[in-house]
């Protein structure tokens, strides 16, 4: 081999491995990060995900009407190709019997994205091994404000709301419509749409 084809040979190689590094390095990251294609939860047109409210105590404060049986249920529609914009909307089966009177608690409200989060450390928060997907949203209820929401894509196909209800600090024996809350919801995909 002259010195020349040598030269040339090497070019050659180091010329592929920045390009090769630069994939690895892309690889390692997406792992890390968690790169997943998060299309498998969106819902088809006519299909919802559908849970009532988790029965715990602790997981209804401030969403049920004092004496109310734990009945609230909520339907949710997902697109996670606007993770970054409006990802979903949510509305709820309370109308007469709910914190907002004639109106339901939701009513098609649109899950806004909150773009801020996604340049924060809290961004990467996990929830957990069986978690594919975490973010944060705002979702506007028809008579309780602005609430906060985690969304969870879990890897059983299923999806978890958090919602946390802002309120001033309440006077004793407040009713649950002036008092802070949080609630969860497990949803399942129902073809055809929720029952209500």
Not at 105 to 121: K, N, S
């Given at each position: 081999m002259t010195a020349r084809h040598f030269r040339q040979n090497s070019k050659s190689r180091l010329g592929s491995q920045p390009r090769f590094s630069f994939l690895l390095t892309l690889l390692a990251a997406c792992s890390a990060l968690g790169c997943h294609n998060l299309d498998g939860f969106?819902?088809?047109?006519?299909?919802?995900?559908?849970?009532?409210?988790?029965?715990?105590?602790?997981?209804?404060?401030?969403?049920?009407?004092?004496?109310?049986?734990?009945?609230?249920?909520?339907?949710?529609?997902?697109?996670?190709?606007?993770?970054?914009?409006?990802p979903g909307r949510l509305r709820s089966n309370d109308a007469g019997t709910g914190l907002c009177g004639a109106q339901p608690?939701?009513?098609?409200?649109?899950?806004?994205?909150?773009?801020?989060?996604?340049?924060?450390?809290i961004s990467g928060l996990s929830f957990g091994e069986g978690h594919e997907h975490d973010f944060f949203v705002w979702v506007d209820s028809t008579c309780q404000g602005t609430m906060l929401g985690v969304v969870s894509l879990l890897k059983n196909d299923q999806v978890e709301l958090r919602l946390f209800k802002p309120a001033h600090k309440p006077v004793p024996n407040a009713p649950p419509d002036q008092t802070p809350g949080f609630a969860m919801f497990h949803f399942e995909v129902q073809k055809g749409g929720c029952d209500f």
């Open positions: 969106d819902t088809k047109p006519g299909d919802e995900y559908c849970a009532p409210i988790l029965r715990q105590p602790k997981f209804q404060d401030g969403f049920l009407p004092t004496g109310h049986p734990p009945d609230l249920e909520l339907a949710l529609t997902l697109n996670t190709d606007k993770l970054t914009s409006e608690l939701f009513q098609e409200a649109p899950l806004r994205a909150i773009p801020e989060v996604d340049h924060d450390a």
